[in-house]
């Protein structure tokens, strides 16, 4: 029943919020490329894209009108935003079938700085699933088209990636990101 529910928030926060749908299964095709670079375990490698697909899950709790406002979100605003990774993890910490994802969800948006939210840990304390999910979220947050701001080019958003590495970005994640693009 709480696997059914888990379902029913994820086809509910699609509902409210198309753009919310298409970023979480480009996010989870991002993070299963960059575990299929690292050389992961196809086991590991399906356990990272259901992080990916399920990453924002706690975005449910926030108002709609914050989603989708077209324009900078003020410091109130932001705030709620960032309590989504706490949320997400509530909620999957709950159903058994998804526990083993909450701690990822929680942490994507840690930085390997120690600079992220919401416990503020880096480096090799963050979850190695939590990681890459925060290298394939901001990619495709970048290059995604939100209504307010344009999207970034690929090369441009890869060259953001590369910059992050060390301070955002675990450097081997990133590594591993660059090697998706690697084709000759």
Same mark, same amino acid.
């Given at each position: 029943m709480r696997n059914q529910t888990v379902n029913i928030i994820m086809q509910t926060l699609s509902e409210k919020n198309e753009r919310e749908k298409r970023h979480s299964v480009e996010v989870a095709k991002w993070a299963k490329e960059i575990g299929v670079a690292m050389g992961l375990s196809v086991q590991k490698v399906k356990e990272i894209e259901l992080a990916g697909l399920l990453h924002d899950i706690g975005k449910i709790a926030i108002?709609?009108?914050?989603?989708?406002?077209?324009?900078?979100?003020?410091?109130?605003?932001?705030?709620?935003?960032?309590?989504?990774?706490?949320?997400?993890?509530?909620?999957? @910490? +709950?159903?058994? %079938?998804?526990?083993?994802?909450?701690?990822?969800?929680?942490?994507?948006?840690?930085? #390997? /700085?120690?600079?992220?939210?919401?416990?503020?840990?880096?480096?090799?304390?963050?979850?190695?699933?939590?990681?890459?999910?925060a290298v394939a979220d901001a990619f495709e947050a970048m290059i995604a088209q939100r209504p307010y701001r @344009? +999207?970034?080019? %690929?090369?441009?958003?890869?060259?953001?990636?590369?910059?992050?590495?060390?301070?955002? #970005? /675990?450097?081997?994640?990133v590594t591993a990101f660059l090697k998706i693009f690697d084709k000759s």
């Open positions: 108002k709609e009108d914050i989603l989708n406002k077209p324009g900078k979100l003020t410091e109130e605003e932001y705030d709620e935003i960032k309590r989504h990774p706490e949320s997400g993890y509530h909620i999957l @910490k +709950s159903v058994d %079938e998804y526990s083993s994802l909450a701690r990822c969800v929680l942490e994507h948006h840690e930085r #390997f /700085d120690g600079k992220g939210y919401p416990k503020g840990i880096k480096g090799s304390q963050i979850s190695l699933i939590a990681r890459i999910i @344009k +999207s970034l080019t %690929e090369e441009m958003a890869i060259e953001e990636i590369k910059k992050n590495a060390n301070t955002q #970005f /675990d450097p081997e994640i």
